[in-house]
């Protein structure tokens, strides 16, 4: 099946701080999608991005289908983004398998 | 978020208890799963239901036993669990099994699982 490998697996960030988190695919994909889990458990749709780039406030995020790649950039982290995201994809089978996950701690 | 609830939110049980957790959905849908996350581990599907009929078991042990009595309830019987079985259990919901590629799944909050 389809893998889905996310790096880093963990990042540390000083609040106020960039950074850019990436997945990759092994096969083509009908969508790919970012989630983000709270510390408490709760997953939360980010964004649909098959392809191209989309903003949602400090958030934005670039697909290069074509590469089987996604990045998901944090600007001006705050304490609040702390948590696990997730990309998934939707493969042909139309299943929407998930990647391995980037843990990230803003610290204030 | 109340579109997919959960309960309890919290569960201690020992390797000879009997327990179930709960998920309803509010959001019309006709796709269900359950999803085990164990400690720095990717998300683990382990069983998906659709109108009802379980279409997929991911080889899970049968100590883990659902139950889907209708489109909005899911429910996930556990009996003489692990240690290892500790973990958050999250249930989710979509429109359909197979997705459309504008579609998504709606998670609940969860169940943190402690088995003693």
């Known amino acids: 099946g389809i893998q889905v490998e996310q790096s880093p697996p963990d990042l540390i960030l000083q609040e106020g701080a960039n950074s850019t988190l990436r997945c990759n695919f092994s096969d083509s994909v009908n969508n790919l999608q970012w989630f983000h889990q709270n510390p408490w458990g709760q997953l939360i749709n980010l964004f649909y991005i098959p392809s191209g780039t989309k903003q949602n406030g400090r958030l934005s995020a670039t697909t290069v289908a074509t590469e089987r790649y996604s990045l998901l950039y944090i600007s001006s982290s705050q304490t609040t983004d702390s948590g696990v995201y997730f990309c998934?994809?939707?493969?042909?089978?139309?299943?929407?398998?998930f990647g391995t996950g980037t843990r990230l701690l803003v610290s204030p | 978020e109340t579109g997919v609830t959960q309960t309890p939110r919290h569960l201690v049980m020992g390797m000879t208890n009997k327990k179930s957790l709960k998920c309803e959905q509010h959001l019309g849908h006709n796709a269900m799963y359950w999803y085990k996350q164990s400690a720095k581990k990717p998300l683990e599907l382990m069983f998906v239901y659709s109108l009802e009929e379980r279409v997929e078991n991911n080889s899970v042990p049968s100590r883990f036993s659902p139950e889907c009595p209708n489109s909005s309830h899911l429910f996930l019987h556990l009996h003489t669990l692990q240690p290892e079985d500790s973990a958050l259990y999250l249930c989710?919901?979509?429109?359909?099994?197979?997705?459309?590629?504008?579609?998504?799944?709606?998670f609940g909050p969860g169940t943190r699982l402690l088995v003693l």
């Open positions: 989710a919901s979509s429109p359909r099994e197979g997705l459309a590629p504008s579609e998504t799944q709606y």
């Open positions: 998934a994809v939707i493969t042909g089978f139309q299943k929407l398998v």
